[in-house]
């Protein structure tokens, strides 16, 4: 008999009520009951964007939201620049060059977060940059970005500033309003504990006037269209019905626990988490900016980390996540996103070390569970 545990940045555990929400019978989307639902749903989603700008929401995975930033803000030939320090930054640049676009990017270390001084200077140097892209949870590296700086960086000058907020969301705090924020995507899969399929994107006045500018070409993620609809509570076309229902239900959790709650849970289970890897020998990815929604440790070496994460998976049942792109085969990344309780914690290291130990790695069986226990105990 085998059970298994999902501990990845995405997707995450669901809970058993958002299955429930799942399981229901699918309604008409052009039906008031429909609307209540969605009207329900978009100041749900303003309470955890922190923000009173509409929060679009579109049905596709989180690049989906990621692709409708670039296409409805940006025409061929303007300047962006991509802040990019791991494999989701690549992806700024990645769906700007599919576009014509060719953005500036500045590099930033895997592992390490922006000095807001560097991205200072860099901007007092290049002018009429129209567009920053940036990311909250560089979910390939477990470093959160310090967005509030980046924003007050940005804000002094005519640039719109864009976070992938896509792993961020829901579990470390992005104060879209306070911190002036222009534009925020995200996805349902993380955080937010639902299944994969749908995309958010919230739009400040700013950044609304690049919208009507924009000439980039575009279609179904076209968000003058979309807040046609928004205005009249609908979509522009057939929404992801089942999964908008699941929302409420996620909305209704969230709520239930608070925000405040919600981070500070996501910070305990990090610190935990940290400390369970430094107790077993494992060094940190990114000891100075450690995000609290995913933990990136080296593997230790002469261990092979894709076989150490397949053997968890595969033989015990327990999914994490290992190393992309640069980093493939030398991280364990273990998610303490969304639906995600100590004990799941403790499970995952637990086979974590179980599986080190299979491979032969030295340490003491158990210096990990009693380190995160200790954290968990204060
Ligand atoms: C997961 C993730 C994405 C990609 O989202 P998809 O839903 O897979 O399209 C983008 N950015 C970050 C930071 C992520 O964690």
Redesign the pocket.
Known sequence: MKKNFLLT??PTPLPPEICEALSRPIIHHRTPQFQAILKEAEEGLKAVFQTKNDVFILTS????A?EAAVVNLLSWGDKALVIQGGK?GE?WTELCEAYGIKPLVLNVEWGKALDPDVLKGYLNKEKAIKVVFS?L???STGVTFDIKAISQVVGETDSVLVV?A???LGAVDLCMDDWGVDVVVC?S??GLMLP?GLGFIAVSKKAWQLVEESKCPKYYFDLKEAKKAIDKTDTPFTPAIGLIVALNEALKIMRAEGLENIFKRHKKLAEATRAAMIALGLELFSPTAASDAVTAAKVPHGIDGEKLVKLMRDEYGVTIAGGQGEMKGKLVRIAHMGYISEFDIILGISCLEKALKKMGYNFELGAGVRAAQEVLLK
């Open positions: 940045p995405g995975s989180g690049t989906g990621m989701f992806r990311t949870c560089e979910t992938d896509i792993s961020g996805g899969q993380k994969p």
